[in-house]
């Protein structure tokens, strides 16, 4: 089935910016809703952002908006998180995730990634 590979994590200092990227296999991708979520130690998976399967329409957490930017690229079976102006509430697990129906609550996820780790220090 499908697999999500997450990459570009990191650390990065309170105001910085990182873009993660996520490869899906199969030849359907673009019949998917993308998106993230993300986990902070002792807290629960929240949403963070989605986008359609061609790319046209998105949706953000409120924690996000005017910060964050989610995209794709079907050609290449990838989706990509833009993160600007970080903050250390920002610190958490992030995770890839397809789904065929574009669900937000985290157990009706179809798909997830293996997750890549951000850390924002002060």
């Known amino acids: 089935q499908v697999q999500l590979v997450e990459s570009g994590g990191g650390l990065v200092q309170t105001g910085g910016s990182l873009r993660l990227s996520c490869a899906a296999s199969?030849?359907?991708?673009?019949?998917?809703?993308m998106g993230w979520f993300r986990q902070a130690p002792g807290k629960e998976r929240e949403f963070v952002a989605v986008?359609?399967?061609?790319?046209?329409?998105?949706r953000y957490a409120n924690p996000v908006k005017g910060r964050f930017t989610i995209s794709r690229n079907n050609a290449k079976n990838t989706v990509y998180l833009q993160m600007n102006s970080l903050k250390p509430e920002d610190t958490a697990v992030y995770y890839c995730v397809a789904d065929y129906r574009g669900e937000e609550a985290d157990t009706l996820i179809d798909y997830w990634g293996q997750g890549t780790q951000v850390t924002v220090s002060s």
């Open positions: 986008v359609s399967p061609r790319g046209g329409g998105t």
């Open positions: 199969g030849r359907t991708f673009s019949s998917y809703y």
